[in-house]
Each structure stands twice: as structure tokens, then as C-alpha cells.
């Protein structure tokens, strides 16, 4: 389809009241789409956990499962988990809670 025709279609749709903006006839569009192909919240998701975007525990909240259910799609996908290590301020913190 021509980005014209689509781009025009978006103007139309918003003049005529349909939507109070384009972010909300986008959001529309885009909660349609993952309803018509649900594979593509996982895609998302998976997308946004490699690069940084959103953490293990959000990227299985969009899927919609749990962390260890996401954990098995990264595996199967052959996709290393992003695991980041406390500092070391945080662990000798929580070494002085422990020991008093």
C-alpha cells in the first residue's frame, strides 16, 4: 500500500473525530495487530529484552507468562539471558544486614 494512501487515511480518520490524535489511532492499530498475529508479542518482547529496552519479568508480562516461561522461549531461541550483577556497594549492604 502507498505510505501516501496510508498517511492520508491516518489524517482522515483523525479529522473526522475516529481518534483524538495519531498516538491514539497508533496504539489502536498496533493492539489490532498483536490480536490478528499474537506471535508477534513474543517477537516484541524478545526484541526489546536483547537490546536492553525492558527487563526479563516485562518482556514475560507482554508475552504473557511467566519469567521462567520467557526464560525457555530466550533458550529455545538460543538467546543468552541479560543478567546484570549487583554492585559491589549493593552486596556489602546486604552483607552488613545479614551479619549485624
Keep these: 500500500m502507498d505510505v501516501n494512501v496510508i498517511t ?3 489524517n482522515s480518520l483523525i479529522r473526522a473525530g475516529y481518534y483524538k490524535s ?3 489511532l497508533l496504539g489502536d ?4 495487530m498483536r490480536e490478528v498475529r499474537p ?3 513474543i517477537e516484541m518482547a524478545v526484541e526489546l529484552y536483547k537490546t536492553g529496552k ?10 504473557g ?5 520467557f526464560k525457555n ?3 529455545q531461541r538460543g ?3 541479560i543478567v546484570k550483577a549487583p554492585s559491589e556497594d549493593k552486596i556489602k549492604r546486604g552483607v552488613e544486614l545479614i551479619l549485624g
Design 8 to 10: 492520508e487515511g491516518i
Design 22 to 24: 495519531r498516538e491514539k
Design 29 to 32: 492499530t498496533f493492539r489490532t
Design 39 to 41: 506471535t508477534l508479542k
Design 54 to 63: 525492558i527487563s526479563l519479568s516485562r518482556a514475560a508480562e507482554i508475552v
Design 65 to 69: 507468562t511467566s519469567a521462567e516461561g
Design 73 to 75: 522461549i530466550l533458550e
Design 79 to 81: 538467546i543468552k539471558r
